[in-house]
Nanobody
Framework: QVQLVESGGGLVQAGGSLRLSCAAS????????MGWWRQTPGKQRELVAT???????TYADSLKGRFTISRDNAKNTVYLQTDTLKPEDTAVYYC?????????WGQGTQVTVSS
């Protein structure tokens, strides 16, 4: 099994920044893809940014330039630096890990951007 624990969410004013963290533990394979998704009420969960199994990164087009994903492989942790936040970035941000044993999700961390 895999456990994902997110942290770093909170309330921030528009234009501000937050750094989200996701720590993975358990049976993590050497080839795994970790990334971030987000969801607002009534909408489907959408991709924010992710590492692929080949180590490259993929971003939602609308978020390029404001959000940056990074990782620390030694700690099995992935980060999401969110800059110049906008009220429309308000959502629950979820960490996701994909490997051949399945897809795993964290419990989510709330990001609220006030105008």
């Amino acid at each position: 099994q895999v456990q994902l624990v997110e942290s770093g969410g909170g309330l921030v004013q528009a234009g501000g920044s937050l750094r989200l963290s996701c720590a993975a533990s358990g049976s993590i394979f050497s080839v795994a893809a970790m990334g971030w998704w987000r969801q607002t009420p009534g909408k489907q969960r959408e991709l924010v940014a992710t590492f692929t199994t080949s180590g490259t990164t993929t971003y939602a087009d609308s978020l390029k330039g404001r959000f940056t994903i990074s990782r620390d492989n030694a700690k099995n942790t992935v980060y999401l630096q969110t800059d110049t936040l906008k009220p429309e970035d308000t959502a629950v941000y979820y960490c996701r890990l994909y490997q051949t044993s399945g897809i795993y999700w964290g419990q989510g961390t709330q990001v609220t951007v006030s105008s």
